[in-house]
């Protein structure tokens, strides 16, 4: 290719290496601000030009061809020059659409404030936050990061995990329920108590269902994909609920059981995928969602 044919498809390299760090044709469309078939128009262009299909496209978002990694490589070089050139996300601001998947209480209590903040920080970014239960359900090459509970087995080719925020869970229950039922002394006597825990089934985490192994056999009461379903629960009289103590700490009027006795140590992880990385915004909201653990551990 010569250079003035080169020349006229750097707009469509561009574009090329949107889809890949995005993941998805639909969000690098977003991230754009163009529409999907101007999307799909300069990729196809692209192919054309260089001969050769870039993209497979599965179930788990896009995967790139050996062409499609010979292009990623002069993309990247690509933008390395312009953001040296402009440096215009360090100049305007993050911009484009971060798509963040995190289990329920840690979205709510920790990662929609701090988000909050930096999307304040950079007012030509949108954030999509999506809480689950758990674990969101979506393919990982449909989020920009992702927080799971406990240290992931990720593939160094593929992404990288870094440590967020340690976190406890701990026996509570109401006043009112242990006035009736009374206060355990030891371990021994929980198993004369319901548990207020997760639907086994829908667990997708196995540090959570390891932490039942801290307490003897508990006949379930109620069960629930949420959290705060959880504390509800516990505050209604439903029994004794293994719960996160930072959620409890939010005002919820329940009391310790065997605070010095039970106390189970889980990590929040983040996960991301290698070409997500590269973006800003990613890294961005990674520091801040990390606050004070940025020197923790990191997998790569």
């Not at 548990?195 to 192994?213: G, K």
Request: glycine share 6%; charged share 25%.
């Amino acid at each position: 290719m010569n250079r003035a044919r080169a020349i006229a498809h750097l707009e469509s390299l561009m574009t090329f290496l949107a889809v890949v760090q995005h993941g998805r044709i639909e969000a690098a469309a977003a991230a754009l601000e163009v529409n999907r078939t101007t999307v799909t128009r300069r990729v196809a262009a692209l192919e054309t030009a260089l001969d050769g299909r870039l993209l497979l496209r599965g179930g788990a978002g896009v995967e790139l061809t050996a062409l499609g990694e010979r292009a990623v490589a002069a993309a990247r070089q690509m933008d390395d020059a312009l953001e040296s050139l402009y440096g215009t996300q360090d100049r305007l601001g993050l911009r484009g659409v971060l798509r963040v998947g995190v289990p329920e209480a840690f979205g709510v209590h920790h990662a929609a404030p701090r988000l909050a903040r930096l999307q304040r920080e950079n007012p030509d970014l949108r954030i999509e936050l999506r809480t689950a239960a758990v674990r969101t359900r979506l393919p990982q090459a449909e989020l920009d990061l992702e927080v799971v509970v406990g240290r992931p087995q990720t593939s160094r080719a593929r992404a990288r995990a870094l440590l967020v925020q340690p976190y406890e869970l701990r026996l509570y229950a109401s006043p009112e329920y242990l006035a009736e039922h009374g206060t355990p002394a030891d371990t021994d006597d929980l198993v004369d108590h319901p548990l207020v825990y997760y639907v086994d089934s829908d667990l997708s985490a196995d540090s959570l269902d390891l932490a039942r192994e801290n307490l003897p056999p508990m006949q379930p009461s109620m069960s629930s994909t949420s959290p705060h379903a959880h504390v509800s629960a516990c505050e209604a009289g439903a029994g004794i609920g293994l719960l996160p103590a930072y959620v409890v700490a939010k005002g919820a009027r329940l009391v310790p059981v065997l605070p010095d006795t039970v106390r189970v140590p889980l990590e929040y992880w983040a996960v991301v995928r290698n070409e997500a990385w590269r973006s800003a915004a990613v890294r961005a909201a990674v520091d801040i969602l990390r606050g004070d653990s940025k020197d923790a551990d990191e997998v790569t």
